[in-house]
């Protein structure tokens, strides 16, 4: 009884910690939108080229997440 009580804490210190993590992820996504924008009307190709970077690295990453679900 000890353990799942020591358990439900634990669970409940990660999921309020993955909250914050999502909020300031929501907030720093904004930013990089932003940042994606200005480069886009000021450097198009360059940004094309390196949003392709981006996204073959984050599939590579999507890949190695789907291994441990």
Do not use: G, T
């Amino acid at each position: 009884m000890v353990l799942r009580k020591k358990n439900k804490v634990k669970i409940r210190k990660y999921l309020a910690a993955i909250n914050k993590i999502q909020n300031i992820r929501a907030k720093n996504n904004a930013n990089w939108m932003e940042i994606l924008r200005l480069a886009i009307k000021h450097v198009p190709e360059e940004a094309i080229k390196l949003m392709k970077k981006i996204n073959k690295k984050d599939q590579v990453i999507s890949r190695l997440f789907s291994k441990i679900k």
